[in-house]
T-cell receptor, first 113, second 113 residues
């Protein structure tokens, strides 16, 4: 069973701080990694994708991937109250000849004004 | 470009009934994946369709089925509804099969009484 684990939350940070969200995965051959943001009562929204080891930056968001450690993280700089949401980590996994996305259970971030 | 659309948005059914949910992917996308989201289990993969063929299937009973039409629109059907089927059903479209970036629709909230 391919697993995607997200560190337990909820996570609360003050406005302007850096929020660090972590995710580990069990399938060593995974190649694609994604972060989704889900506001309460809404559907998940893709915010970052990363495929290679290292950092990928997009505005205030930075995704970090370390395939050797099977670890992917999302940093949110200058956190805003509008960043308060549940963040889902998703990893591709192979099932036979096909692959699918496996999601972590998510971590809820609260940004305090 | 229009996003993923799902109908209906809300549905209330009685145990034992069946239900059909519809999903129209982003124009040009040929892959549609279906997920069930519940507070306890998170996002669980149901199945993926690509070019009218089921490419992958999650660990759900045979009561859950789906299909895809030549215009890439997809439907999922749940027969003999159980109370535990109450959930948010999400479909996600992707330009290709497998682990490429997936974009979610707003979901169908199903309540089984």
């Amino acid at each position: 069973q391919k697993e995607v684990e997200q560190n337990s939350g909820p996570l609360s940070v003050p406005e302007g701080a850096i929020a660090s969200l972590n995710c580990t995965y069990s399938d060593r051959v995974s190649q694609s990694f994604f972060w989704y943001r889900q506001y309460s009562g809404k559907s998940p929204e893709l915010i970052m994708s990363i495929y290679s080891n290292g950092d990928k930056e997009d505005g205030r968001f930075t995704a970090q991937l370390n395939k050797a450690s099977q670890y992917v993280s999302l940093l949110i700089r200058d956190s805003q109250p509008s960043d308060s949401a549940t963040y889902l980590c998703a990893v591709n996994s192979l099932t036979g000849a096909n692959s699918k996305l496996t999601f972590g259970k998510g971590i809820t971030l609260s940004v305090r004004p | 470009k229009a996003g993923v659309t799902q109908t209906p948005r809300y549905l209330i059914k009685t145990r034992g009934q069946q239900v059909t949910l519809s999903c129209s992917p982003i124009s040009g996308h040929r892959s549609v994946s279906w997920y069930q989201q519940t507070p306890g289990q998170g996002l669980q993969f149901l199945f993926e369709y690509f070019s009218e063929t089921q490419r992958n299937k999650g660990n759900f009973p045979g009561r859950f089925s789906g299909r895809q039409f030549s215009n890439s629109r997809s439907e999922m059907n749940v027969s003999t509804l159980e109370l535990g089927d109450s959930a948010l059903y999400l479909c996600a479209s992707s330009s290709s099969s497998g682990s490429h970036e997936q974009y979610f629709g707003p979901g169908t909230r199903l309540t089984v009484t």
